[in-house]
């Protein structure tokens, strides 16, 4: 359902239908413009040839959106071969079709290299792409890529992960730069092209006598030798080395230095390419940093944190070989776009790792107890307790954040309590095994522990601990770990285990835990006697220590005063404990302050009643995810079957309110303080019109869900979306929810579409004020114009929170306002005069069944002490095929002003968001 497509104009089969522009077709001619301006060309022979000058570059395609091209790996992936192999002393050149074209670099180099490729080529394998699990083999594939060592897909890609570094792959000098390099989404960087643009804004008059002239020009020329002769060095240099690593190697150096320079502006900006939603992650994150321009997240704790550089490293990207995930793999390049791992020092120096999710998340890592003691979600809200009496001094465990308790959780034999995992300094896995790719997981950092000679004295069993930390899109934390016998004496060993987990709480006393209701657990403060949960949630009132056994996979943390929910999902972690000291143990407890208990909850997925036993070589994976949910999670919605039933009632309840009793949404909105979109006010379809300069469009929007799924947010409802071309309704007040719904949902569609991606969220955080969220706009996607999407657009929907902040929750009038009932009566006229004169016109949103029963007799008619036009035709017409850009390329020249005409969009956000008219903001 999700994945409806544009109806693509091209009629090409070798376009990938998901990409809106056919840019396969034309490749050829993208390498055309590449070498558009070198005219004079070495042969490998080391003599010139003087070419004439290249055809014309083709019709300049916008770059934004960059198409999504899904892989198209196999062995027929690139099937036209050049030479089959066989370069017979002929030199090697770039084929453009009808054309070859030759190098201006340094051709002996070049061709000492393909003598050696020759001697060795039985011993070599085949060339391959350098892009991070790229299976593509290169054998087959055109010179160019082979020369270059990138497939098709990734030179076109808006985001590879090379060298372990985001790169893109620079058409004019044929290889990858860092992100840094290049402006938005062009596919040349800034320096190539700037030096471009100057070339081309340089008159060329032959006959110029002009000496100064003359000498820009071989300077130019001589600029642009040099140019190439490094790149082709370098190239020569990379291809010349034993591996892939090697090849990166001068780029990672350089790339330091960059990231040095640019290392806060490339996890701020990112780069807007890929995809719609790429820019509008950009727009977003821009937007963060806007209000809070710190980029370094300040804990809870009393962190002091000195920035020694950033850099990426080669550990940070997908692992994954595995060909049949090379989908996910390529969607996960493309979504790498923002994120970033910073090396910092922490408190007391110790080594502290920064990861940026591609929104606003961040989770800070130390190396000390591979400890995780930050983290924020997309809303920057931290979500972790660390003491502020926490003690970062090795060996000591830092109090708060997420630790593994490992080999033993508790206390056991001479191991210290909760093992020595958290104790001990973990390193970065640069080579890790691979983990199934997850294309939802964009930022991820590996760790390892192996016992030290000392822990073997302890706890006498050689492993691996492994932990790969990732921040998802999303801004959700999932730690997995793995655990792996390493054993060379053939001994098999058990171990126990926890997640142990500090969340910040508003209070304790206010915090309920669900999930656990109904299950046995173990409860430490009265001998670890057994006990079977009473009560249909978790409250505190004094110190809780247990161990809840055989848990259900996920459980909720409550937090009504922050208006969140924090939920744990685990895996392979069978048991969950509960622990807050409450007064007397924190006063017990050295590094934790006195009433600190009342601000932390540890929930720990843990395997402790059932030990885990591992022969040698054998692994044991575990993993534990983290997702914070905003505001009215209800409490039901955890356990399945009462969702369903939820379901249910609301939908009888809604089929009630739009059936009989004739109330509108707005009404409801207005009379009432729910949420817009909260379950309960939402009808199962809503006929909408907008309305622009007086001319009307009409939507019908299905609701597919009326509850939430666990895994969505508050303001994401996923519906379809549909525009009626005859249009039935009465015009409505443009400042209208309905507006930025429409707007929000399709260009969320696009940017859904676009990236494969299932949800997106985007809604900006509560702590925008006004100005800033009038700001936040999602701008409308190219391809909508050209493009004939098709009749139904999948798509989440974003709202309620994004226009409500916390006090107008309290206070209805603020939403009230944007249905309010207009007192002027109606016109009746659609686009009647200016815009500023046009009466109000009342309500946005309707429902089914009262826009069918609007009498036909073509008199106005009143709901909600609303004036309505009448209906001359009651059922509006079933499937709607036109495009939804249509209500921009649409205006009739005499229905529109011309500034309206000309800025359509600025203007619907202007009356959006009630400026000028003190109205309708919130
Ligand atoms: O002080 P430590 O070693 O961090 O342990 C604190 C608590 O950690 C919890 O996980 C245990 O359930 C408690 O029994 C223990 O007291």
Redesign the pocket.
Known sequence: MMNRLPSSSSSSSSVDPYSIFPFASSFDNWNAQLNYSTHTHQGFDGSHHHHPHPPPPPPHHSLAPLPFYPPHLGSDYFIKREDHGNMGGRPIGLNLGHRTYFSSGDGLAIDRRLIVGRAHHHHHQPPRCQAEGCKADLSGAKHYHRRHKVCEFHSKAAVVVAGGLQQRFCQQCSRFHVLAEFDESKRSCRKRLADHNRRRRKPHNKNSNNPSSATDSSSDKAKLTSRCTSSTAATTNNTSGTGLDQVNTGHVEQNKSILFRNGPALSLGGVAAGSQQISLFNNYQHHQYLISPSPSSSNNNNNNNNSVGFYHQSFIGSTSNDASQSHDLHQANLLHLGQSLFEEKGTNGLDKLVLRGPLSSSAEIYLHGGHITSWKNNYREELLFVSNKAIFKPPK?I?GGISI?FPR??THGFLE??GFAANRTWSIDTDPPSLPSDSSSTTFVDLILKPSEGDLKFWPHSFELRLRITLTLKGDLKVISRIRNTNANGKLFSFTL?Y?SYFLVSDISEVRVEGLETMDYLD?LKGNERFTEQGDALTFESEV???YLSTQNRIAIIDHQKRRTIVLHKEGLPDA???N?WDK?AKA?TD?GRDEYKRMI?I?GAAVEKPITLKPGEEWKGSQEFFSVRSSYNSGELDPQKSQICVVLTMLLLSLIVLHSRLSLPSLFSSSNLQPYSPSSIPSTILTTTHFDGLPDDYRIDVLHLVRPLTMTTNQIPMTICKIPNPNLVPMHPPSFAIMFLEFTIDLFVAATLSRSRSIDLSPPPSLDAQCRSQYSLPTHPALKGAAPPPHYPAWLFSSSSLLSSSSLRDPSPLASFFRRQDQPQSGEIGGGAPQKRPPQPRDLLDVDQAVEEPGDGSAREIDGGPRRPHPNPSPPPHPPPSLSASEEELPAESATPSARRHPRRRRRREFWGEGKGEGRV
Do not use: L
């Open positions: 465990a109090r308790c959780f508790g309590q909760h926890a142990y430490n220590d247990r161990i404990v509960v622990w000291p143990k407890i934790f540890c720990e």
